[in-house]
C-alpha cells in the first residue's frame, strides 16, 4: 500500500522568503515521489521527480526536493518565493507496480500564498 | 501536439441526468487515468486504462464507467449524475516506464444540482 501526507494544507511565505511544503510517505517497496503544481484553473504540470538515483532533485523553476528514506520524506524547498509561485503544490508516490497500472496516490495539496 | 485535451471544460446537470466526459492525448501513450479532485483532499483515481480496451477501477469508481475503445480517447460516463460527484475531473495519459511522468489535461468542472 502507499499514501502520501502532506503537512500544512495552506502555507503564507513573503516575497524572497524560503518556501517549505513537506511530505511524507508510506510505502511497502522502494517509492518513485513527484511534486506537481497547479496553478489556478490548470491541470497539474510535473515540478521534480525522484526515481533512485540522487537524493537531492532539482526541478524547475528553482524547485528542489530531497528524498529521506529514514524519515520517509520528500520535502519540496526554494530559497527565495516569488510571486508567480502562488500555487497549489501536490506530493505523490507510486511503488511503480506495472501490474497495478503504476497508479500515483497523492497528498491532499498546500496551498502557496506569496505575500509582497 | 495539443497533449491532453478535455472536452467540455464546464458542465452542470439536474440530479439523474447522464453524461459522458471525453479524454484525448496524442502521445501515442498507453496508460490513462481519470481523476476527481475534490478541496483537501487531492486527487483521487476514480479508473485507469492499462492499454486500448482494457480498464480498471481506482479508488473512488462507484457511480462511473469507463471505456477505452481506441488507445488514444478516454470516456469517463457518469450514468444517473449525483450532488456528490460535483467535482473537478482530470484526465492523464502516461507511457510504461515505471518512473515515467503522468500528463495532465486542463480539467473538467463539473456541478450536479
Known amino acids: 500500500a502507499q499514501s502520501v501526507t502532506q503537512l500544512g494544507s495552506h502555507v503564507s511565505v513573503s516575497e524572497g522568503a524560503l518556501v517549505l511544503l513537506r511530505c511524507n510517505y508510506s510505502s511497502s517497496v522502494p517509492p518513485y515521489l513527484f511534486w506537481y503544481v497547479q496553478y489556478p484553473n490548470q491541470g497539474l504540470q510535473l515540478l521534480l521527480k525522484?526515481?533512485?538515483?540522487?537524493?537531492l532533485v532539482k526541478g524547475i523553476n528553482g524547485f528542489e526536493a530531497e528524498f529521506k528514506k529514514s524519515e520517509t520524506s520528500f520535502h519540496l524547498t526554494k530559497p527565495s518565493a516569488h510571486m508567480s509561485d502562488a500555487a497549489e503544490y501536490f506530493c505523490?508516490?507510486?511503488?511503480?507496480?506495472?501490474?497495478?497500472?503504476?497508479?500515483?496516490?497523492f497528498g491532499g495539496g498546500t496551498r502557496v500564498l506569496v505575500k509582497p | 501536439n495539443a497533449g491532453v485535451t478535455q472536452t467540455p471544460k464546464f458542465r452542470v446537470l439536474k440530479t439523474g441526468q447522464s453524461m459522458t466526459l471525453l479524454c484525448a492525448q496524442d502521445m501515442n501513450h498507453e496508460y490513462m487515468y481519470w481523476y476527481r479532485q475534490d478541496p483537501g483532499m487531492g486527487l483521487r483515481l476514480i479508473h485507469y486504462s492499462v492499454g486500448e480496451g482494457t480498464t480498471a477501477k481506482g479508488e473512488v469508481p462507484d457511480g462511473y464507467n469507463v471505456s477505452r475503445l481506441k488507445k488514444q480517447n478516454f470516456l469517463l460516463g457518469l450514468e444517473s449524475a449525483a450532488p456528490s460527484q460535483t467535482s473537478v475531473y482530470f484526465c492523464?495519459?502516461?507511457?510504461?516506464?515505471?518512473?515515467?511522468?503522468?500528463?495532465f489535461g486542463p480539467g473538467t468542472r463539473l456541478t450536479v444540482l
Open positions: 492523464a495519459s502516461r507511457t510504461e516506464g515505471e518512473t515515467d511522468t503522468q500528463y
Open positions: 525522484y526515481t533512485s538515483a540522487a537524493t
Open positions: 505523490a508516490v507510486t511503488m511503480g507496480i506495472k501490474a497495478a497500472g503504476n497508479k500515483l496516490t
